[in-house]
């Protein structure tokens, strides 16, 4: 996992299966960077897309004159819009996302890496830019770009119990992706999301959890700590607080839910004990599915 | 020692311990228990949530309960809880233990010896000097007090006595008692008119403690026979309940072993001290028994020897006329039956039949002359012991038997004619006779003056006639004439077995003399007049326990002694053996009764019971143990911990602590028992080799349709065996394919396969290889087969011959193929000398079912046939090899019918006799 050519072969295993995903932009605005794959309108690019007839204000040399003279019409040649997208990913590295319930299963941080790496594989075999939000890294194509991103999803430091989004640096109208678990303050999350709207960036919302999180299998008297120890709750009846432990995470679950619809973005669970593939899948399906 | 009911403590100090309990409480419930620390990043959603429960800070009530329950257990522990703690008896001076020590102590000896070593050991606590007397071993010379510790090495020597104590030792020894002593006394609880004189003499002494019993005494009175069974009466000490016991009767079986030859059931009424019951045996069972017993009694009075007065003689009487009906009274036998009748079976019929029934006596009344194979076979039993009695008459005096020379079945040489006295044509009175000598059997019997001889045969003179002459006339002339012949004697009565010749038979001596020739029995108990001046030694002995045992070198008793039937330490009860009998001396004579020990009010009556002490410390802190288990998996719980792989161990622990084992044993399944014996079932011996077990069940199949289209016979679904695990004798048939890698089946299923084939099971072996190899080549299934029959009981084989009835059990047939058509196939060889039939064509074999055939065919090949019905195998080619299926199953068809119908074709040689016979 540490190591970068590591996170990256397992990523590259994850992403195999899957077609390369075509992003389709929705709206172009001044960032248009031209791309391989058309945008299946009329527009800047190589490919044909269309003859349309000649109307005035037409340039004339925009006419095709080999097409307009097999008829009495002219006809101007028109070629397909191709545009490449910009997604950025933030994936939280706080040390809350550093939890495993259980040593043989894998932490919520490496979960949310391995996806967010796979993710940017399909990517970029798509044609899409991909970066980190934020100012480290930002949005670009090719092999290379993977490879900034193992490296940089791989960097472990001194981090915050819980993670803050970063909405910094996001280009207006691209697309974005948060993967983390949401346990921490909610008003930064709410504040990203506002910003991003703002730009009309939309993007997907991916909440990872560790099972034991969501099944609270606790009893008698314990004493629960953050993962670096600032926060602590000493309880002597821990059966008695699931169920109240379990509303808090259903109502933050349906705040988060409720937020990401305002803003036009798609918010889904994913807990680390299933298989990383539907997770993918859906991501793959939510960034697809913006029109 | 501090009490507390049955408790006692020996450190009764620490139970103030069980105060602090309380204090325990208020401190155990502060502390609640120590929590667990967890990483959890779930923690934010947690912050400001509160318990509920306030109460959850403090330890659980139960818990509490259970860890103050383990600490008091600990402590009652230690304080040292002891159960029925030997409680002291208080006492001095010296003490006197009094057993009994009769037959009735035997039923429960090791309990009244327990006792006497806890009175012992009380005794020894005490420093009181003791004396340990039993009342049938009396001491010379007072009581010998001693410490008690010296007794008590002698405790496990004690055994008690066949007899009961005598009566005028008893009052002189009670007589000699001198000095201050109490007295404790272990009665057997039957009652004696020897007690109460004897309780006086001890309570002058000092104080007497009594201790009995209450265990039921039985006893058996000896053993009558009346009326044709054999009448016994069962006695017991106390009739307040319904009880039952069981009577059994032991003696030699046959082959010399000691067994139960009979038993019965006696029943006690509610109020009732005796019970009878009556066994009705054969006469050769009767003879054999030598004792009853009441089963499950240790006690000598529960056994009854048996003597010759229960064995009955078997008599066989033979009249040489029979002739004369209706004239009871002449009839030579009439009054032999009636002095025999009460005591003897008396048997009657031919000669030869009477002799192979080996009876002990046979008498001959005025029977002349016997022929040639009775004498011979009459002189053989003569040797081994037969007593033969003859009476003279008519017919014996007319004949010349024993004239020239002595017969061998005649004692004396006879003269002719014989002699009349005091008939209306003679001189002289009728004769008296003459006392008895003392070296005849006769000897003591009291002469009659009534009993007169009016006729008679008369012995020739001779050197040794007055030797062999028994009983004789007042004038000398012999009576009664006794020749021995081997280990048996011939005895002559000169004079006719009914009234005709002489008034004998009319008198009471004519039986005591039959009695006296041990013809008949005697009445059960002699009496002392009958055995005076005799000296009866003792065979076996009864000890106090009922067992026998031998009598080792004790001397003789006389006779005397024996009659008065009471037993004691010079006659202790047993088999004693006279000259010719053998009288039983038990310790219940016919008249005797058995009543409980009655005791006057005063005395203090004890039960044997010792109380054992039990220390209970291990108990209760090995309860303290488990109560602090218990708390672990309860604290474990309680702080959330217990889960994972830890609440499968917790809960293994609790089932452990719970649950003892059990486990039922499985019963056997016996489905193949009832699959293989619902129906005929043709079955398969499993070779190991799946494909060949596959061939073999379809070619059963096959045969097994083909026997339901066209005979009777309509077998089910064949049934593959292991001939390790099956049980092969359900099964008529079993078909054997041999491969050349077959185990080698067990020892066990060996015996098994040679059960089989003994008990009339037929095993067809195949070893399939008739393309490649002639029957006993060397083919690798033919060495094998070799190997594997070694072991089998297999009669000598032969190959199949013309005229074996497999060729015509069913179908005619003379070719044996399966898949391959070899001639080779064995079966049993016939008797050498076995003859051809007349007017058949086969010999006159019919005998027997071959138990094994042998062949190399491949027959369950031809046969099977898959589950549709068609043919699995190819056999030869085209038409032919049609029918060479055909005639295989033909064959299979003639084997079963072989097998299920035995030698029914072969008795066929015999239909032109029947039919000559019914007159066709």
């Known amino acids: 996992m540490s190591t970068p050519a590591a996170l990256r072969s397992r990523a590259e295993d994850l992403a195999a299966p899957l077609p390369p995903l075509l992003a389709e932009a929705e709206h172009l605005a001044a960032t248009v960077l031209l791309g391989e794959h058309g945008r299946r309108r009329a527009g800047m690019g190589d490919e044909f897309w269309q003859y349309r007839p000649a109307t005035p204000g037409d340039e004339a040399r925009s006419i095709d004159w080999r097409r307009s003279g097999r008829s009495d019409q002219h006809f101007v040649r028109e070629k397909e819009w191709q545009a490449a997208q910009s997604v950025l990913i933030w994936v939280d590295d706080a040390q809350s996302m550093r939890f495993a319930g259980d040593a043989g299963r894998v932490s919520k941080a490496g979960r949310a890496r391995v996806l967010a790496l796979a993710l940017s594989v399909l990517l970029i075999r798509g044609g899409e830019r991909v970066g980190l939000s934020g100012f480290d890294l930002p949005p670009r194509r090719g092999e290379l770009q993977l490879l900034r991103l193992a490296e940089a999803f791989s960097h472990e430091g001194a981090a915050p119990d819980y993670g803050v989004p970063e909405a910094r640096g996001m280009l207006p109208h691209s697309r974005a992706l948060f993967l983390s678990d949401f346990m921490g303050d909610m008003a930064p999350v709410e504040a990203a999301l506002a910003k991003a709207a703002d730009r009309g960036v939309k993007g997907a919302l991916l909440q990872v959890l560790d099972p034991q999180e969501e099944a609270f299998p606790f009893d008698g008297r314990t004493i629960f700590e953050s993962m670096s120890g600032s926060l602590r709750h000493e309880t002597l009846k821990a059966g008695d607080l699931r169920g109240r432990y379990l509303e808090r995470l259903a109502q933050r679950k349906a705040r988060l839910a409720d937020l990401t619809r305002i803003a036009g973005w798609h918010y889904d669970c994913h807990h680390t004990g299933e298989s990383a593939q539907g997770a993918l899948l859906w991501l793959f399906r939510a960034l697809e599915r913006v029109r | ?920």
Not at chain 2, 218 to 237: C, H, K, N, S, V
Not at chain 2, 524 to 536: C, F, I, M
Not at chain 2, 767 to 774: C, E, F, K, M, W
């Open chain 2, 1 to 920: 020692m501090f009490m507390l009911g049955p408790l006692g403590f020996t450190a009764p100090w620490l139970l103030l311990g069980l105060l602090a309990l309380p204090v325990l409480w208020l401190v155990l419930r502060a502390v609640p228990p120590a929590p667990i620390r967890r990483r959890f990043p779930g923690v934010a959603l947690l912050l400001g949530l509160t318990d509920d429960e306030s109460q959850t800070d403090k330890t659980p009530w139960w818990l509490l309960l259970l860890r103050m329950l383990a600490i008091a257990a600990v402590i009652v522990g230690f304080a040292g809880p002891i159960l029925n703690p030997q409680q002291e008896r208080a006492g001095t001076g010296p003490l006197l233990v009094l057993i009994d020590g009769t037959w009735a102590d035997a039923r429960d000896w090791p309990r009244r010896i327990d006792r006497v070593e806890a009175l012992l050991a009380e005794a020894a606590r005490n420093a009181r000097p003791v004396a340990l007397v039993q009342t049938t071993d009396l001491p010379e010379g007072g009581v010998p007090f001693q410490a008690a510790d010296a007794w008590q090495a002698r405790l496990p020597g004690l055994t008690p006595a066949a007899w009961e104590p005598d009566a005028e030792d008893l009052a002189a020894w009670a007589a000699a008692l001198s000095g201050r002593f109490d007295t404790f006394w272990l009665s057997d609880g039957a009652a004696r008119d020897t007690r109460l004189p004897l309780l006086e003499a001890l309570e002058r002494h000092g104080t007497v403690t009594v201790f009995e019993s209450p265990r039921p005494i039985y006893a058996l009175r000896p053993a009558r026979f009346e009326d044709g069974q054999i009448a016994l009466t069962a006695l017991r000490a106390r009739a307040d309940e319904v009880a039952e016991v069981t009577v059994t009767a032991t003696g030699l079986d046959p082959n010399g072993v000691e067994r139960d030859l009979a038993r019965a059931t006696a029943e006690f009424e509610l109020g009732e001290d005796a019970a009878e019951v009556a066994l009705v045996l054969p006469p050769e069972l009767r003879n054999r028994i030598t004792r009853f017993a009441v089963s499950g009694v240790r006690s000598a009075a529960a056994v009854t020897l048996t003597d010759d007065s229960l064995k009955r003689r078997e008599v066989a009487l033979i009249a040489g006329r029979e002739d004369r009906e209706g004239l009871e009274l002449l009839s030579p036998l009439h009054f032999l039956h009636q002095a025999l009748e009460p005591s003897a079976d008396l048997i009657g019929g031919d000669l030869v039949d009477i002799l192979l029934a080996n009876p002990d006596v046979i008498v001959l009344a005025d029977v002349a002359k016997v022929t040639e194979t009775e004498e011979a076979a009459l002189l053989e039993w003569l040797d081994q012991g037969g007593l033969l009695v003859r009476f003279a008459g008519p017919r014996l005096a007319a004949s010349d038997v024993s004239r020239d020379a002595e017969d061998a079945l005649m004692p004396v040489r006879l003269r002719a004619g014989g002699r009349t006295v005091g008939g209306a044509m003679s001189w002289g009175a009728p004769k008296a006779l003459r006392p008895f000598p003392d070296n005849s059997p006769f000897f003591g019997l009291p002469v009659p003056a009534d009993v007169t001889v009016s006729a008679q045969v008369m012995a020739q003179p001779g050197p040794e006639l007055a030797e062999r002459s028994i009983a004789a006339l007042a004038d000398g002339t012999p009576l009664v004439t006794r020749k021995r012949v081997g280990q048996g004697q011939i005895v002559l009565f000169h004079v006719t077995a009914n009234a005709e010749w002489s008034s004998l038979p009319l008198s009471g001596l004519f039986v005591q003399m039959l009695e006296r020739l041990a013809i008949s029995t005697r009445p059960a108990q002699p009496s002392a007049e009958d055995l005076a001046g005799t000296v009866w030694v003792p065979e076996d002995l009864l000890n106090a326990f009922g067992e026998i045992g031998g009598a080792g070198n004790m001397p003789g008793v006389p006779g005397e002694a024996l009659a008065s039937g009471l037993p004691s330490h010079r006659l202790p009860p047993g088999l004693y053996a006279g000259e010719d009998r053998r009288i039983a001396l038990n310790i219940f004579s016919a008249d005797k009764r058995l009543a409980a020990a009655s005791w006057p009010a005063r005395i203090v009556i004890e039960g044997l019971s010792v109380a054992r002490e039990t220390f209970l410390k291990g108990a209760f802190l090995a309860a303290a143990l488990v109560l602090l288990a218990l708390d672990i998996i309860a604290s474990l719980f309680l702080s959330g911990r217990l889960r994972g792989p830890r609440a499968g161990v917790a809960a293994v622990l609790m089932l452990v602590l719970v649950l003892p084992t059990d486990a039922p044993a499985q019963t056997a399944d016996d489905t193949l028992a009832l699959a293989a014996t619902s129906e005929v079932v043709l079955a398969h011996v499993l070779s190991g080799d799946a494909r060949v077990d596959r061939i073999a069940a379809a070619g059963l199949r096959g045969l097994s349709e083909k026997l339901a289209q066209r005979t009777s016979v309509e077998p089910a679904a064949p049934i593959a065996v292991s001939l390790e695990t099956d049980e092969l004798s359900f099964f008529p048939f079993l078909y054997w394919p041999i491969t050349a890698n077959q185990p080698r089946p067990s020892a066990a299923a060996y015996a098994r396969l040679n059960r089989y084939l003994r008990t009339g099971g037929m095993i067809l072996m195949d070893t399939r290889d008739a393309d490649v190899a002639q029957f006993g080549g060397g083919s690798p299934e033919a060495r094998k087969l070799q190997e594997l029959a070694r072991p089998l009981d297999i009669p000598p084989l032969e190959p199949i011959p013309e005229d074996h009835v497999l060729t015509r059990t069913f179908y005619l047939l003379q070719d044996f193929p399966g898949r391959f058509a070899a001639r080779d196939v064995w079966v049993e060889a016939a008797p050498p000398d076995a003859e051809l039939a007349e007017g058949m064509p086969f010999r006159n074999l019919n005998d027997g079912v071959t138990p094994v055939v042998i062949g190399g065919n491949d027959w369950a090949a031809a046969w099977a046939v898959d589950d549709r019905g068609l043919q699995m195998f190819p056999v030869g080619r085209g038409y032919a090899g049609e029918r060479q299926r055909e005639i295989a199953y033909r064959f299979g068809i003639n084997l079963v019918m072989h097998v299920l119908t035995g030698n029914y074709k072969s008795d066929q040689v015999h239909v032109p006799a029947l039919l000559d016979r019914l007159g066709q």
